[in-house]
């Protein structure tokens, strides 16, 4: 009966659309447009009214310090700039211990190179190991080959493990790592040593490229001569 009465054609039914002489008011509202609207409009609702509850037991002697560390900028809450927040002394000593961690690393980095350098430099300069010795005749100087050949001789470079020449080779490019480093830490330092140099007193000025006497892509400064008391 069921795949009788789907086979029997049925009218479709359409929803009902905006009369003419409302068009003006755009499309006609239909239930799940008013489920949507009302649902927002009910979390507004409780919204507000969780706000009121708030308000009202709110308790009158609390205190954060966020209360003072901000101002009120078109009914929004902004926190004060922290741009002088430190005076230059406390910038200074910042600053200066920033550069000793760097200075320390870099010291850090250049004694691990050494050390890396030596142990590589042991591998690639390995002792020969040769011995001379002098014969009375043949006969003993063939004696003495036979010795020496059946002797334990030091390996050559063509005798090595395939593991030993990929950890050398990887102790190599940990040691091109190390010194990129090191050249980016003395860059990072020096460039330190300069902003400390500049936020100290004194009357200076950034040179120009024709008073430079060695041309160099950074910026050179000189500072007034003070007569010290």
Known sequence: MSSLRNAVSRRAHKERAQPSSRKKFGLLEKHKDYVERAQVFHKKEQT???????????????????????RNVDGVHKLESNANKYTPEELMLMKTQDMGYILQKLQSEKKKIEKLTAVLHSLDNQPSNRHVYYAEDREEAKEMQFL??????????????????????????????????????????????????????????????????????????????????
């Open 48 to 70: 507000l009214q969780k706000l009121k509850e708030k308000a009202t037991f709110r308790n009158p002697d609390e205190f954060y310090f966020r209360m003072i560390k901000t």
């Open 148 to 229: 020496s050949l059946k002797s334990e001789m030091v390996p050559t470079s063509n005798d090595v493990s395939s593991d030993i020449k990929r950890k050398t080779a990887a102790s190599y490019r940990e040691l091109d790592a190390r010194r990129n480093r090191v050249s980016q830490l003395e860059k990072l330092y020096m460039d330190m040593a300069l902003q400390k140099e500049l936020q100290k007193k004194g009357r200076k000025r950034k040179l120009r490229e024709d008073e430079i006497v060695s041309p160099t892509s950074k910026a050179v400064y000189k500072w007034r001569p003070e007569r010290k008391r």
